[in-house]
């Protein structure tokens, strides 16, 4: 099945810097790649997503690359606000068998 | 947006008590619903994968007998917690798909506390 490492666990950055969470996966079959902010005591809500027929994808601030060669894909996350502050989770997989990373707690100082 | 709703938010139960746990997707049909248990500071664990219509699939480590999950219509999926114990306290979030789309949609969550 599917294995899922996120790194760093923890991310403290200046406000208006950027921050970037990296994820590795397992299975070369996986082709859908989310990545979910959760607030404390929230639920997880998706901020952008890339299959694997796409390299980058840009939203605003935040972009998500992808190499499948290497099986990883990052969260990048330009000019950072303290409401970025949350924790960041990546995901891997397809037909709706996803696995989730371990989390990223982004904190963001004023 | 997809939204999708779960109750309740947040329980406390005596140990030996079951509780039940609704998931609900309002503007869409979820054929496959997910249930995820969250410890503190810890990701999401896949519980077990739900399909309308049929048995849950659970993963490994997961007791089905003591998590029941029932997917009895294409808008609502439960899962009980029957005989629950201290160790079983833990936040229990819920997500629907379409049936053709890996996008997932979360329910708020429920805090389960048993005393």
């Known amino acids: 099945g599917e294995n899922v490492e996120q790194h760093p666990s923890t991310l403290s950055v200046q406000e208006g810097d950027s921050a970037v969470i990296k994820c590795t996966y397992s299975?070369?079959?996986?082709?859908?790649f989310p990545w979910y902010k959760q607030e404390l005591g929230k639920r997880p809500q998706l901020i952008i997503d890339i299959r694997s027929n796409v390299g980058e994808k840009k939203d605003q601030r935040i972009a998500v690359t992808l190499n499948k060669t290497a099986k990883h894909f990052s969260l990048h996350i330009t000019e950072t606000q303290p409401e970025d502050s949350a924790v960041y989770f990546c995901a891997a997989g397809n037909n709706n068998d996803m696995r989730f990373g371990a989390g990223t707690r982004l904190t963001v100082k004023p | 947006g997809a939204v999708v709703s779960q109750h309740p938010s947040w329980v406390i139960c005596k140990s030996g008590t079951s509780v039940k746990i609704e998931c609900r997707s309002l503007?869409?049909?979820?054929?496959?619903m997910f249930w995820y248990r969250q410890f503190p500071k810890q990701s999401l664990m896949l519980m077990a994968t739900?399909?309308?219509?049929?048995?849950?699939?659970?993963e490994q480590g997961v007791e089905k007998d003591k998590f029941l999950i029932n997917h009895a219509s294409l808008t609502l999926s439960t899962l009980t917690v029957t005989s629950a114990h201290p160790e079983d306290s833990s936040f229990y979030i819920c997500?629907?798909?379409?049936?053709?789309?890996?996008?997932?949609?979360f329910g708020s969550g429920t805090q389960l506390s048993v005393l």
């Open positions: 503007d869409f049909q979820a054929t496959t």
């Open positions: 299975d070369s079959a996986s082709n859908y």
């Open positions: 997500s629907a798909s379409y049936s053709t789309n890996e996008k997932l949609f």
């Open positions: 739900s399909n309308e219509g049929s048995k849950a699939t659970y």
